[in-house]
């Protein structure tokens, strides 16, 4: 059991909670006024976009010290800044103005186990004593201003702790998704050099403890920088601890010279908050890093005008808080407005397909944010798991990480929205810190899929390979075009990195890598990645990534992989392989390799199909055709397209051939 779970029992912290809050069952949104509101920020953004967020900062931000600047150079020449000479600390804003503010007793964390009983709730004041007393444990394990921590964690409230622990004591917080293997994790362990590690016993999913401190101690075997491991108890797994270097949470927690007060690091507007690694077009996984000022910033404005959050409101973001919807709309943007948030620790499906549905009615939710990907698992199952619940606390649907196809919006609408709640289609990155598409208000049905508009503040614009805008209706890249709070520090300093990105000229901002077409009524569609970036369930990967994990089993001489249409995950991992000579194809190797990259990066990487090849269709430079391999993965053969650069065009006939055994 960990610390918390035995706090309270499920059903006193549901009741606990709405008595917390103000019962809002009915929350229409009033069209109207909202449409005032969002009029008049779009005029203000279109005058001078340093007043509009020197606005918003003055609004949202609590500062020690005020900015001297509110931004400092341009996409042409680098060197973006935002709010330089700021002083402030995230974890004070996320807590202790909201008890200054009388909010000391409202719930800010709402924790559902996967096990029903297993719940808690946190008013701010609990959840600032929590974060005060963990900063205080980092600080006496050594961990001081600057320095990175690393958290692989599954969804439990240590990891908010120990996010908004290190925020104030000006530690980077580097969250590893749980899913991800013991390479995966030793990987980023190296590239971020923390010094300290903290996990858990174990991971609950559907019903089983799976291991999760085994795996950290198969990375930490090779990681000697890693001097402390501080484990959070989730089940009765039992694990080893290693003298000296690991420790239990919910002991350093107890211990009598952790005190509850901490006081908060002043940190500059610009100074790291956290690194989150993400898939890009290289092998390596990339540290993205965001600012302090720009990004909390950010995340605040876009909850607020985006999802309208309002002080009675419960914030519901279904993420893993280990990916930047988590930490944006489940951490940050939530509890920076002084609002709500719930997380939930377990999958849709467990212990059947009405789960997030019972989560909805027990709590009483109001704003949920979840991915299409769930929404198209749990369509299969009908609408009966759904019609068991009372939905009607619900005011808005959220949607985010990959294109939100018409079917599952439509279903998303109808049986979860009852036909009257607005879709927030939210288009977004890592890179950009918070929301940037998104429609605003309800749109049409006919637009049913389309991320709308740029939200005020924000320019974006469809280019092609020049970097040259296209007409409307004509399918480019999608490009933003002036800076805004939110953009990862990468792209505040070096413009040239950016260009490379995506191989095109961008002389107009920032290339997202992603594919969108702009419509007659300006309406904004996102069509997918056009770089080497695949979206498996919401989740990016990196083409090559997976490459590179294939390349290192003994038997494999050369792999491409390329991304194919889905029904459930939007995109599955089809991966041809070249055998070293010395190496019979079979099943059994098959399989094999499907395990290696399994344990290489992680489940979610897994390709669902890998094809053997004697050769891969490779111009005449040497580059591997993916074009070609992505239309015979999808069984597009007629649409093969120009050949011709090929070096032996005949090879196709072969891979046709390969590829109608599957
Ligand atoms: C927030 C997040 C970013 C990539 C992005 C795009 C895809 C996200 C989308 C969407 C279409 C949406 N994506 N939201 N595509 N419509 N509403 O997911 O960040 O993990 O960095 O992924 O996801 O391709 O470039 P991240």
């Known amino acids: 059991m960990n610390g918390y779970k035995n706090t309270q029992a499920g059903t006193k912290a549901a009741k606990s909670c709405r008595e917390q809050r103000k019962d809002s069952d009915n929350y229409p949104e009033n069209e109207n006024s909202r449409t005032n509101l969002l009029n008049r920020l779009y005029d203000e953004a279109a005058g001078d ?67 029903e009983s297993d719940a808690t709730v946190f008013t701010y004041e609990m959840l600032h004593r929590e974060v005060c007393r963990f900063a205080n444990v980092l600080k006496k394990k050594g961990v001081a201003k600057g320095d990175c921590v690393s958290l692989y964690l599954p969804m439990v409230p ?75 108890r989730c089940s009765k797994r039992e694990v080893q601890m290693v003298p000296d270097r690991d420790s239990w949470f919910h002991e350093e927690m107890a211990s009598p010279d952790i005190g509850d007060q901490c006081p908060a690091e002043e940190m500059a507007a610009d100074d790291t908050l956290f690194i989150l690694y993400t898939s890009g077009a290289t092998g390596r996984p990339k540290a993205v890093a965001h600012s302090t000022a720009g990004y909390l910033l950010y995340v605040m404005y876009t909850c607020k005008v ?65 991915a299409p990907t769930v929404i198209r698992a749990l369509m299969k199952f009908g609408t009966a798991p759904v019609e068991k619940y009372d939905l009607s606390s619900l005011r808005l649907l959220g949607s985010v990480g990959e294109p939100i196809n018409a079917e599952a919006w439509r279903w998303y609408h109808d049986i979860i929205g009852k036909k009257k709640l607005r879709i927030a289609d939210t288009w977004w990155q890592t890179e950009t810190g918070g929301v940037m598409i998104s429609p605003l208000v309800a749109s049409p049905p006919e637009k049913a899929g389309a991320a709308a508009h740029p939200l005020p503040g924000i320019s974006a614009m469809v280019v092609d390979e020049l970097g040259q805008q296209v007409e409307r209706g004509r399918p480019g890249r999608l490009v933003i075009t002036s800076p805004w709070p939110g953009m990862f520090k990468e792209i505040l300093r070096a413009r040239k990195k950016t260009d490379r990105r995506g191989g095109a000229v961008t002389s107009t901002g920032y290339d997202t ?73 079979s099943g059994e190797l098959l399989e094999e390799l499907r395990d290696h990259v399994r344990a290489m990066i992680g489940p979610v990487a897994t390709p669902d199909v890998i094809q053997y090849a004697e050769m891969l269709p490779k111009t005449r430079s040497g580059k591997i055709m993916r074009r070609v391999l992505k239309k015979i993965a999808a069984d597009e053969y007629e649409h093969i397209g120009d050949v011709t650069a090929l070096a032996d065009p005949s090879l196709i006939v072969d891979l046709v051939e390969g590829k109608k055994k599957h």
Do not use: M
Request: hydrophobic share 40%; glycine share 8%.
């Open 513 to 585: 890598g992603d594919g969108a077409r702009k419509d007659q009524d300006g309406y904004y569609w996102i069509t997918g990645r056009v770089d080497d970036v695949i979206n498996v369930s919401g989740h990016r990967l990196g083409t090559v990534e997976i490459e590179s994990a294939l390349l290192t089993h003994k038997s494999v001489a050369e792999a491409a992989v390329v991304g194919i249409p889905h029904s459930l995950k939007g995109q599955a991992v089809y991966a041809y392989v070249i055998l070293k000579s010395s190496f019979e194809q």
């Open 158 to 232: 240590e990891l908010v702790v120990a996010i908004l622990a290190c925020a104030r004591i000006g530690a980077i917080h580097n969250v590893v998704f749980s899913g991800f293997s013991s390479v995966s994790l030793q990987a980023r362990l190296h590239q971020c050099k923390s010094k300290i590690l903290i996990t858990a016993d174990a991971v609950n999913r559907a019903g089983r403890a799976l291991p999760l401190k085994a795996n950290a101690d198969e990375a930490l075997d090779d990681c000697p920088d890693i001097k402390s491991c501080v484990v959070v």
């Open 306 to 370: 985006v999802f309208d959050l309002k002080e009675d409101e419960l914030f519901w973001c279904t993420a893993d808080i280990a990916w930047i919807t988590g930490h944006s709309y489940s951490v940050y943007g939530v509890l920076g407005l002084g609002g709500t948030s719930l997380i939930y620790e377990g999958i849709p499906l467990y212990p059947d397909p009405g789960r997030y549905w019972s989560i909805v009615e027990k709590y009483k939710v109001n704003i949920i944010y979840t």
């Open 49 to 115: 976009p340093r007043i509009f967020w020197e606005n918003r900062a003055t609004e949202l931000l609590s500062c020690s010290r005020r900015w001297d600047t509110v931004v400092e150079g341009d996409f042409a020449t680098g060197g973006l800044r935002w709010f330089s000479g700021a002083e402030l600390n995230a974890s004070v804003n996320c807590l202790d103005r909201h008890l200054q503010n009388g909010r000391g007793k409202k719930a800010a964390l709402i924790w559902q186990g996967e096990n």
